[in-house]
């Protein structure tokens, strides 16, 4: 295993901690989001692919790296091509501006970590 | 001709006089980021309808009112049907949360005027 | 009745009338979302005047003059003083910055308006 | 006077109206951060003129038309020429991005007035 | 003493370094500034309870992980209980969208980390 | 060599490694962007110094800590004092409010990382 899967490895384990806190102080309200926060992004008129594609550019353009990365792996989960990922973040760049060049910088090394964590899978089969 | 048509006309004519006076002052740099700002829209590994549903996703948890009517126009071009429309809008906003909903009432105000201008067109043929 | 009061009135009217157009779009998750987003301001742990001002904080600093107006009208019902409200606007105005100054100005309008809305009531019994 | 003058003098007299009503209401803190906005813009290590570009392009990322307005008549006053103002609004549009251009288009605009209105003053003499 | 306690212990000690950096280059007006922005959390019409949540909710939907644990130390300080936290936790989501979660999840782990520093305090006496 | 520089340096070393992933995925319009990102700050009407100032000033609002180091490396490198550079920071932050103090903090301490590796260079010759 490189240093690099066990990145997101660690954000995937750190995420997950973290909301057991949230689910020991969270009254209905926020429990409720939580519950629309993964609906939203079912299968319906559009594919689950579409929507976290949608819930990615949102991301990038409102610049939050948690919610980038929960994003990839999601879209790396629903088989999204490294060509449509690359058309995905285009128009997050140009709509954000530079301003997400960063966070692109860091989403395209996650990106690249999910990819060989793939190959490497394949491998071993 | 409704009220409700002549806004989205309203709209496209003015932001065509206000290009015209941006390419007056225009260098070469503001020239250039034009042309990509649309050829990032184009089919590519994506088909130009999912990228205008990026496109509206990113405008709206940006809450920028000119760039979702412009997005929802080209949506409505690329045969975007109003149930692909609404989750689309469902996720920019669980990502924006409220603070987006009042770019979401005038959104789903100037789909319907795009509605009915299409249910319009077709009567007359 | 003054100019100033039909604008307040202006705003609730379209408000409304946009919101039965959300309403003929919306699925499961948008009209979940309206649910909570009315829940989370309800007395408490906090009493509700505490929360509409919150929401107007909260607003200010994201500049929304429609969610800022909302937020105004609820804190007058809630029985919010001028010099509260003053306070409110002023952590608003100092997390937020000059940027503010625009929605800051006419949320001060906003509330005048509503103050003299309240003046004139009061006349007239 | 054409139309497009007038536009500018009702958003410099709208402005002026409103910051009265800001001030029957500001108490201490609003009005010493009022006089810090001030303060920050005048000649110092840096040029006002400079400091006006900053305030230009801060405002434009940000996003603010009112904001925009007011340091783009600054800047005329300071004697920004057509060059330097596109280059300002360039690098606002990159670090921006094209969320940026509905607001790059009425600045273009705003600056178009002013200096119509500076052709005009001349001719007078 | 856990290693939650020193995290918080960490920023708060790390604040103040940098602060004394920022003195070191500060003119007159980034001081002033720094002084209204600690005027404006006294008691005045509001107690400083309540300008500390708003201070905290605000904070959350610009989702500043700095400011956020800032404003958490003073809530607890100011005696919010854990009951009152949630609800002001819950309109910051609401109103921010679930681009406000992964600020949400470190404060409430922040909270939790002041919670058992407390109970720690009390059973050392 | 002391423990700041090496923070600058990590900074710019980690910033070439990942735009080196960045250019493997990149299409057309990424690299298209990248190249304009860097037309944009170069002398044209206004010295490439300006340029950089209020591309430290637009990154400081919009919060962005790598954008901030970059763009104080360059201004350092344009030869902007530390007396300038107090004064695009106090536009910064009285445009930008509160919630860009965490930032400017850090700001500061670049800066005099990057004042005090020119000392030490001054000393070796």
Chains 1, 2, 3, 4, 5, 6 share one sequence.
Not at 43 to 48: H, I, R, V
Not at 66 to 88: A, F, K, M, Q
Not at 107 to 121: G, K, P
Request: charged share 25%; net charge negative.
């Amino acid at each position: 295993m490189t240093e690099d899967e066990s990145r997101i490895q660690h954000f995937a384990a750190e995420r997950e901690a973290l909301n057991e806190t949230v689910m020991r102080y969270a009254g209905r309200n926020i429990k409720r989001f939580y519950n629309i926060d993964s609906q939203v992004y079912h299968n319906g008129a559009l594919p689950a692919k579409t929507k976290e594609m949608l819930g990615l550019v949102a991301s990038l353009v409102l610049r939050c790296d948690d919610c980038i990365n929960y994003h990839l792996i999601r879209c790396h989960e629903e088989g999204v091509t490294s060509e449509e990922l690359e058309e995905v973040i285009a128009v997050g760049l140009i709509v954000g501006g530079s301003i997400v060049i960063p966070h692109m910088r860091r989403a395209f090394q996650a990106w690249d970590d999910l990819q060989s964590t793939n190959a490497d899978a394949k491998q071993e089969m």
